[in-house]
């Protein structure tokens, strides 16, 4: 080897930092969704983030990625964006930490709530919704909605109507409760999930779901016939409350089929069930509107909030409170005394500083229509260059919430074998050339949900490094005879 190619002295001892790090990520730290004995013994990659701007990120070892998939759906104004960092030290420096018990309160923490409950979709019944409790993630979140069906049902006097109806492929977080509500198997795996408090129901994808020849609107009031036949099996006067995200997130990136919240509300409505939207990824601009119940005209009761409320620059999440749970927790104070429910750092005053900061830049940058925009380019893309493939079953999207799904047979959608791990091949891939997507659990689809700063020519790198990497794959699992 020349003296030319040997690393410098300073390339070695970053070197040696960098594999000093990797081996003590994988002798001390427990990763979510991650193979514990091929990340402990370097079977599967170990990536070290260093820093990240726009829709790109960077590694310890300088490798820069196109992230179409904004962190886990939530860097909704893009990387590096001073604006929240200063935001975020003003606060540190003036109160980095005060509790929100007992009426203590700060001044940003009121100005969020006032513009959150303002900018909230109507609740059921009309008018505005009313409070906001807060935590730290989206799954917290949906253990507090939880514990206010509960609380709510046994203030009105009606003790009995606690199950909750949760769908198929949802998914609502990682708690015991959220859990529970989430509709993928992998996450209830050896972990005694769901409780038997829940209820499930089918899940909105016509797609795969629809009977032959059922049209959008058909198949919607199927799956409410189907809904209002499981409440009335189970008894309405056990039923609290139903929950849904307005656009399936990690069980596909999913739109729901016309006509299916009206018809899912009108069953609702008829057995007095509250209704949790669950906004965690539709939150905040990502479908092209403020809030996904805002574009599908859904009234909730409960709102789930997280994700796209900071951006994830600081964890933050919340619920927003609708009429008729307000009013029925303001009328039984008196009797029930103080609220007895909350978290140390509920409200917590450098996470809302970031919150009130992102939401600045949501507003004045009008990222909302950005993603309704560009999303729209993207799709078309997307179906320009997978339409004519043979293993493409589906593209679909709204907003920048966007799928492909892959099958052996598109003209009968003879689903591919598990085993050949399809989607999982192409995100691999498509990695090594750039590009962080997603396989989607417990399915043979490729996800997209980007930043919403994203552009017309950066999506059209997305889709061509995608649509690459498919090539590839298809052209390698044909020369291996597993496609024919």
Known sequence: MSATSLPSVSDQANEAATAALHHADRTSVLHPSTSISDFSSGKSPSTIVESASGVRIRDTEGHELIDAFAGLYCVNIGYGRTEVADAIARQAHQLAYYHTYAGHSTEKLIHLSDRLVRMAPISNGGGPMQRVFYGTSGSDANETNAKLVWYYHNLIGKPKK????????????????????????????????????????????????????????????????????????????????????????????????????????AVLRKYDILLIADEVITGFGRTGRMFGSQLYDIQPDLITIA?????????LSGVIVGNRVYKAMEAGSAEAGVFPHGYTYTGHPIAVAAANANLDILERENLTQNAAEVGA????????????????????????????????????????????????????????????????????????????????????????????????????????????
């Open 162 to 265: 606690k199950r909750i109806i949760a769908r198929d492929r949802a998914y609502h977080g990682n708690t015991v409760m959220a859990g529970s509500m989430t509709g993928l198997n992998f996450y209830h795996n050896f972990m005694d999930l769901p409780v038997s408090a829940i209820l499930r129901t089918g899940a909105p994808h016509h797609y795969w779901d629809a009977n032959p020849g059922e049209s959008e609107e058909q198949f919607s009031q199927r799956r409410a016939i189907e809904l209002e036949a499981l409440i009335i099996r189970e008894d309405p006067e056990t039923i609290g409350a139903f929950i849904g995200e307005p656009v399936l997130g990690t069980g596909g990136l999913t739109p729901p089929p016309a006509g299916y919240w009206s018809a899912i509300q």
């Open 307 to 315: 994700k796209g409320l900071t951006s994830a620059y600081a964890p």
């Open 377 to 484: 380019y993207m799709l078309g893309a997307l179906h320009a260059a997978f339409d004519g493939l043979p293993i493409t079953g589906e593209v679909r999207g709204i907003g920048l919430m966007l799928a492909v799904e892959f099958v052996a047979d598109p003209a009968t959608k003879q689903r591919l074998d598990p085993a050949l791990k399809v989607a999982y091949r192409i995100s691999a891939l498509a990695r090594e050339k750039g590009l962080i997507t997603r396989a989607m659990p417990q399915s043979e689809a490729l996800g997209f949900a980007p930043p919403l700063i994203l552009t017309r020519s950066e999506a059209d790198q997305i889709v061509e490094i995608a649509s690459a990497s498919t090539r590839q794959v298809i052209d390698e699992l044909t020369r291996e005879g597993k496609l024919t």
